[in-house]
C-alpha cells in the first residue's frame, strides 16, 4: 500500500501547472452539477498540500455566495474544523491553519470535501496514511445512508485505480469528484 501510495502522489506532483489550473476550474463544474448547495450551509475544504487537486474554485464560489467555510485543524490524532479567517499557523506537517475560535465537530457540518491519494469506482479512498479523516468521519458508518454531512472526495483522474481493498475503519465516501467524471 505504501507503495501505491508514493506511486499516486508523485503522479500527481508531475501535473503541469498549466493542468493543474484547468483540471482546477473544472473540478468546480463537475462538483456544481451534484452538490445540492443551500443557503446556511457549513462547508468543510481543505488547502491544498503535496500536489492535491486545487479546490480554490470552490472555495471562491462559496464565498460568492456567503457559505460558511471551514478547513481541518488537527486535533490530537482526528480533525475538528475551523471557520476560514485571516489568521493561519502551520501545523506539525507545515499544513496553514486557521486560527478560529469557531470550531465544529465533523457531525456539524453539512458538507465536506477531502483530498484523496487514491480511489476507485466504489468510492473507497486512499488518503495519505495518518487516518485522521477516517477517525474524524468514523460516526458515518453507524449513519443512515443520506445523513450529514456529505462527504466528497476531490482528486485528479490520474488517481484512479482499478480496486483499494477498504479496511473496517475507512472513512466511506457519499462521492467522488474528478475534472471529469463523478462517481456515485
Known amino acids: 500500500m505504501q507503495t501505491l501510495r508514493q506511486s499516486l502522489r508523485n503522479q500527481r506532483r508531475t501535473l503541469s501547472d498549466h493542468h493543474r489550473e484547468a483540471f482546477a476550474r473544472q473540478l468546480l463544474q463537475k462538483v456544481q452539477q451534484v452538490v445540492n448547495f443551500q443557503e ?12 492535491e ?8 464560489f462559496l464565498e460568492d455566495n ?5 478547513l481541518p485543524i ?8 475551523a471557520r ?12 496553514a491553519e486557521p486560527t478560529s475560535t469557531d470550531i465544529l465537530n465533523a457531525e456539524q457540518l453539512d458538507i465536506i470535501f477531502m483530498p484523496l491519494v487514491g480511489f476507485d469506482t466504489q468510492k473507497n479512498r ?5 487516518g485522521f479523516y477516517d477517525r474524524t468521519l468514523a460516526f458515518k458508518k453507524h449513519q443512515e445512508h443520506n445523513a ?23 472513512a466511506p465516501l457519499d462521492v ?4 471529469t467524471i463523478i462517481y456515485k
Not at 446556511?40 to 500536489?51: M, P, R
Not at 485571516?86 to 499544513?95: M, P, Q, T, V
Open 84 to 95: 476560514i479567517g485571516d489568521k493561519f499557523k502551520n501545523n506539525k506537517f507545515g499544513i
Open 148 to 170: 450529514n454531512p456529505k462527504i466528497y472526495g476531490l482528486a485528479f483522474d490520474c488517481q484512479k485505480v482499478e480496486k483499494l481493498n477498504a479496511k473496517p475503519w475507512d
Open 53 to 60: 487537486i486545487s479546490p480554490k474554485h470552490i472555495q471562491n
Open 40 to 51: 446556511g450551509q457549513k462547508i468543510a475544504l481543505y488547502l491544498e498540500n503535496d500536489g
Open 176 to 179: 467522488v469528484i474528478t475534472p
Open 66 to 70: 456567503e457559505f460558511s467555510i471551514y
Open 126 to 130: 486512499l488518503g495519505m496514511g495518518g
Open 74 to 81: 488537527l486535533d490530537d490524532k482526528s480533525l475538528k474544523f
